[in-house]
């Protein structure tokens, strides 16, 4: 894939229509397209965070074990960030993403995805309603598993 067809993929994702296109650029030519078949573990809780994956195609299953085996946190299919919250907490992954079907990705480095934040507040700030969407939800589906 060309680095061009790269920016094209990037202007789809609603995070990185601001950005402009010499910045998509250098984004991809940064970053590295990785692939991912149905079943195999992107990471797992624990891992430490070192970086973001941007879904280009398929689906994803983010997950953590529960008292009676693992628990499905979200589905997360293309334009999906994932990985962040370790990055942005310092912190080892928080839980464990795995193909759901063949995934094609991006993969951000922590340094590349940090950076990124710096110069783009826009997409500080849409990575903030993502996470709190996300927390949202998480929380809907623990009140509805205690009823």
Avoid: C, W
């Avoid at 296109?21 to 078949?37: C, I």
């Avoid at 398929?58 to 999906?80: H, K, T, W, Y």
């Amino acid at each position: 894939m060309t680095l061009d067809t790269e920016v094209s993929s990037l202007r789809q994702v609603p995070l990185f229509r601001g950005v402009e296109p010499s910045r998509l650029k250098l984004l991809a030519f940064t970053s590295e397209r990785v692939h991912f078949e149905a079943g195999q573990g992107l990471f797992a809780r624990g891992d430490a965070a070192d970086a973001a994956y941007l879904i280009l195609e398929g689906e994803a299953e983010v997950s953590i074990d529960g008292p009676q085996g693992p628990f499905r946190l979200a589905l997360l299919g293309a334009n999906a960030l994932l990985g962040e919250m370790g990055i942005l907490a310092d912190q080892p992954r928080s839980a464990t993403v795995a193909a759901l079907s063949p995934i094609t990705a991006l993969r951000i480095d922590r340094t590349v995805f940090l950076e990124l934040l710096a110069q783009f507040p826009q997409i500080g700030i849409a990575v903030m309603r993502e996470l709190a969407l996300r927390l949202e939800q998480t929380n809907q589906q623990l009140a509805q598993s205690r009823g």
